[in-house]
């Protein structure tokens, strides 16, 4: 066992975890975050996105003793004082959903995207969402989504 001390959504915790521990699992299982989730466990489908130190990644990509030291952010962590983040509520204004399993780590790749270019056309939009996988939507509404945060100044 190795002890990692990680800050998670703003919290520092400090936990012994088996060096082939990976983070998605330590997220879920030791710390209860159980927003981020597994979709595929083999880093296709982004449905384990989360920020390390500002940048996402796949946390099924990534093993636990990789985050000690690091500030990790999930979707748990970004909405403040009750309220919704703006890319989420850009998600759920434009019904950029339907089952919602890929919605957490679209959420958290969406927010990455914008910081990298404020700014994105259509197809940056559908780029930089290349690694996150939706089964339901058809990614049209998504992609309005992102645009409406974009042009929200998110
Ligand atoms: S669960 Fe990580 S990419 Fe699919
Ligand atoms: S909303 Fe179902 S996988 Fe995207």
Redesign the pocket.
């Known amino acids: 066992m190795t002890r990692i001390n990680v800050t998670v959504d703003g919290v520092k915790y400090s936990d012994e975890v088996e060096p082939r521990t990976l983070l998605v699992h330590y997220l879920r299982e030791t710390l209860g975050k159980v927003g981020t989730v597994v979709g595929c466990d083999t880093s296709n489908c982004g449905a384990c996105t989360v920020h390390l130190d500002g940048r996402s990644v796949k946390s099924c990509n990534v093993l636990a003793v990789q985050a000690d030291g690091h500030e990790v952010t999930t979707i748990e962590g970004i909405g403040s004082g009750g309220e919704l983040h703006p890319m989420q509520k850009a998600f759920h204004e434009n019904h950029a ?7 957490p780590g679209m959420i958290m790749q969406a927010i990455d995207l914008l910081k990298d270019n404020p700014d994105p056309s259509e197809h940056e939009i559908r780029e930089g969402l290349e690694g996150n996988l ?4 058809g990614y049209h509404n998504i992609v309005k989504a992102v645009a409406a945060a974009a042009k929200a100044g998110e």
């Open positions: 959903l339907q089952c919602g399993f890929c919605t939706c089964r339901c939507t």
